[in-house]
């Protein structure tokens, strides 16, 4: 219904100043499929407030095989674009979101990993199942060293039913990262609340765009101009990881 007395909300600043889960290297996933969307999404996150966007391009077995020789050509090519403009801020530098699957294990192995800083690993689940030897895999990256961050754990629909695997992995050492596209609503009303139910549990640790393309951008636009967002920010603020890293 349309009310007299409502005004539109000023879009709000996010409110921590680091990405870490984007898709906005030109050419080497199903994000940004060039360097002039690639400058445009950053100019978007520049809006938000971000101060430092670490680029997180897929890496899976198949469809997105990225080794540091794809990944590097892409960061060059934007920077340069972005200097060449005199843009400074966001800085960008980048990871990689790793598919848990052979290819991630064969980059194991051989200790080729792009890492975040302070051996923080950005890893997703297949969307269609939980990786069989997960709790394992958790355990030795540990073992190893590794800080593992789970990936939008709110997307993954298996775990609604059994939403107790939740706490287990977290307690095992599996951090959470939630996309702000899912506190936006922009995947549906599921992962809006799993995203929700997960920061009232406490287990929330880093919040990321996940930003692939503008319309993305458009969503997330919407979301920090919302009530939700207010709620959201108050129940996370001074939680998140994002900017210890
Ligand atoms: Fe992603």
């Not at 959470?176 to 809006?192: D, I, R, W």
Request: glycine share 4%; with cysteine; net charge negative.
């Amino acid at each position: 219904m349309f009310n007299i007395f409502s005004r539109k909300r000023e879009r709000q600043p996010l409110f921590y100043k680091t990405d870490i889960h984007c898709h906005i290297l030109p050419g080497i996933d199903d994000g940004s499929p060039d360097v002039d969307t690639s400058v445009r999404l950053v100019n978007r996150m520049a809006q938000w407030g971000l101060e430092r966007i670490i680029a997180s391009p897929h890496v899976t077995y198949g469809t997105f095989p990225n080794t540091k020789e794809t990944v590097t050509p892409a960061l060059t090519s934007l920077t340069d674009r972005l200097t060449a403009e005199g843009v400074t801020t966001p800085a960008i530098s980048h990871s990689a979101e790793y598919r848990i699957d052979d290819l991630f294990l064969d980059h194991l192995a051989k200790n080729e990993l792009m890492m975040l800083p302070m051996q923080y690993l950005l890893i997703e689940n297949s969307f269609m199942q939980e990786p069989w030897n997960l709790d394992r895999l958790v355990f030795d990256l540990q073992v190893k060293g590794y800080r593992p961050i789970l990936a939008h754990p709110e997307r993954y629909s298996y775990y609604y039913k059994r939403q107790d695997r939740y706490r287990t992995l977290h307690d095992a050492g599996l951090l959470f990262q939630c996309n702000v596209l899912s506190l936006a609503g922009a995947y549906g009303p599921a992962e809006k609340r799993m995203a929700e139910q997960l920061i009232k549990d406490g287990m929330v640790d880093f919040l990321g765009t996940d930003l692939h393309r503008e319309s993305h951008a458009d969503a997330i636009d919407a979301y920090l101009a919302s009530k939700d967002y207010l709620k959201h920010r108050d129940a996370l603020q001074g939680r998140l990881l994002n900017d210890t890293l």
